[in-house]
């Protein structure tokens, strides 16, 4: 979140986790949950590789009857199975965090009016208020000029 915060603010790197961390923890809480579902998600996508990696090796050594030792071999292909897991599935993980702070970034900065209007994605706006008490005012909200690119602005400080 702080990268993220430093490519959009262009400020130095302990003030944008400062901003970064107090905008997180004044986001509503659909945002907390929709975060913390992703890290579940992960997860889970990590313990299916492993373990789909676990069975493949299993079926393999079941071929071969003439190994005798085959529990080290499938643990060290179980650790290099989360190892690749994680990898991959850590930089899905840091995109979804790093959208979910834009999106942050923008209700902060912006109100959704035609002086300041909301640059974030239409789908978006609708998953993350499916729970709020006024979903059509966000789904009927109309559509700006180059939605499909636009950049943030950053955040204005009172200095």
Known sequence: NAYTATVINGTPFCTSAKEAYSLMAKTPPCVSSLKCSAVFLVFLGKVFVVCFTVFGGLMAFNYHRELHVWVIPLLL?????????????????????????????????????????????????????????????IKNRPLQNGEDGTELRPIARAD
Do not use: K, R, W
């Open 77 to 137: 292909v179980a650790f290099f199975a989360y190892l690749v897991a994680h990898s991959f599935l850590s930089l899905f993980e840091s995109v979804v965090h790093s959208l979910l702070l834009c999106y942050a970034i923008d209700i902060e900065t912006n109100d959704g009016s035609s002086e300041n209007p909301y640059f974030m994605d239409q789908e978006l706006t609708t998953l993350i208020h499916q729970s709020s008490s006024d979903p059509e005012a």
